[in-house]
């Protein structure tokens, strides 16, 4: 995702520098522009951040429900002396 997010801003930085070069007349197009490009951009990766949280969740409660069996070996290295 990141490769994404960081070709999104690079193209809406470019799109600056170049307004920039031919003398700012462009700046009217380009900065809007380019926020909306980031911004559409950090809408995304939003999105998937909170996919992947809610997928985590669902891990978390797959593993309260199952019952772990300690070894005899496993109880004297868990206990501390």
């Known amino acids: 995702m990141w490769g994404?997010?960081?070709?999104?801003?690079a193209f809406g930085?470019?799109?600056?520098?170049?307004s920039g070069a031919f003398m700012?007349?462009?700046?009217i197009v380009a900065v809007p522009l380019a926020a909306l490009l980031v911004a559409?951009?950090?809408a995304f990766d939003f999105a998937r951040r909170r996919r992947q949280a809610g997928?985590?969740?669902t891990y978390a409660e797959a593993a309260?429900?199952?019952k772990v069996?300690?070894?005899?070996?496993?109880?004297?290295t868990l206990t501390s002396e």
């Open 4 to 9: 994404y997010t960081l070709a999104t801003i």
């Open 13 to 18: 930085l470019s799109l600056v520098v170049m």
């Open 24 to 27: 700012g007349g462009a700046v």
């Open 40 to 42: 559409g951009g950090l």
């Open 55 to 57: 997928s985590v969740q």
């Open 64 to 66: 309260r429900t199952e």
């Open 69 to 76: 069996d300690f070894t005899a070996r496993d109880k004297q």
